[in-house]
T-cell receptor, first 114, second 114 residues
Framework: EDQVTQSPEALRLQEGESSSLNCSYT??????LFWYRQDPGKGPEFLFT???AGEEKEKERLKATLTKKESFLHITAPKPEDSATYLC???????????????FGKGTKLSVIP | NAGVTQTPKFQVLKTGQSMTLQCAQD?????MYWYRQDPGMGLRLIYY???????DKGEVPNGYNVSRLNKREFSLRLESAAPSQTSVYFC?????????????FGSGTRLTVV
């Protein structure tokens, strides 16, 4: 069974204090790994897709990296507006469904304190 | 661009009542999805439609039905609501269910069944 585990569940940072969020996964035949940001009361907002080990993507203060077993979302010098829940999802082929499925982790709730 | 539009945003039902959640996308995407999000459970796939004219069960389909009305619209129906269906429901779309494209999510429907 495909599994996606995110850690920590919650993270409090001071403004400017860099850190990383982790997403570990066990899937067969990874097609892509996705990072989303979700604000309270809103739907997930797409951030990045990573397709192969060694790949990196950057957007403002965020940088996502991928290995064969996990992905990291590095946050450099965060600001209060970076406070949100960050979701990781992996897409892999499901033989039971006969198609590619997206499996989500439970998310990391990030709070950045001024 | 509207992206993915869900209606209604909030709904309260009594146990046993029925209702349909509506979803429409204006991005000419082929694939559409319905997820539910519960505290501590993450996003779970209810049903999806890989292309117009097809629908398939996801991880938690019991108690739900779906209709892919056309390429733009994908509705979710609760025939006899139960308290266990209290959740936040998200509709999403993507260019393809098979090629590792990111999903675009709507803003959600918050459903309470009493």
């Amino acid at each position: 069974e495909d599994q996606v585990t995110q850690s920590p569940e919650a993270l409090r940072l001071q403004e400017g204090e860099s850190s990383s969020l982790n997403c570990s996964y066990t899937v067969s035949g990874l097609r892509g790994l996705f990072w989303y940001r979700q604000d309270p009361g809103k739907g997930p907002e797409f951030l990045f897709t990573l397709y192969s080990a060694g790949e990196e993507k950057e957007k403002e203060r965020l940088k996502a990296t991928l290995t064969k077993k996990e992905s990291f979302l590095h946050i450099t010098a965060p600001k209060p507006e970076d406070s949100a829940t960050y979701l990781c999802a992996v897409q892999a082929y499901s033989s039971g469904a006969g198609s590619y499925q997206l499996t989500f982790g439970k998310g990391t709730k990030l709070s950045v304190i001024p | 661009n509207a992206g993915v539009t869900q209606t209604p945003k909030f709904q309260v039902l009594k146990t046993g009542q029925s209702m349909t959640l509506q979803c429409a996308q204006d991005m000419n995407h082929n694939s559409m999805y319905w997820y539910r999000q519960d505290p501590g459970m993450g996003l779970r796939l209810i049903y999806y439609s890989a292309s117009e004219g097809t629908t398939d069960k996801g991880e938690v389909p019991n108690g739900y039905n779906v209709s892919r009305l056309n390429k733009r619209e994908f509705s979710l129906r609760l025939e006899s609501a139960a308290p266990s269906q209290t959740s936040v429901y998200f509709c999403a779309s993507s260019e393809s269910a098979h090629l590792g494209y990111g999903y675009t999510f709507g803003s959600g429907t918050r459903l309470t069944v009493v």
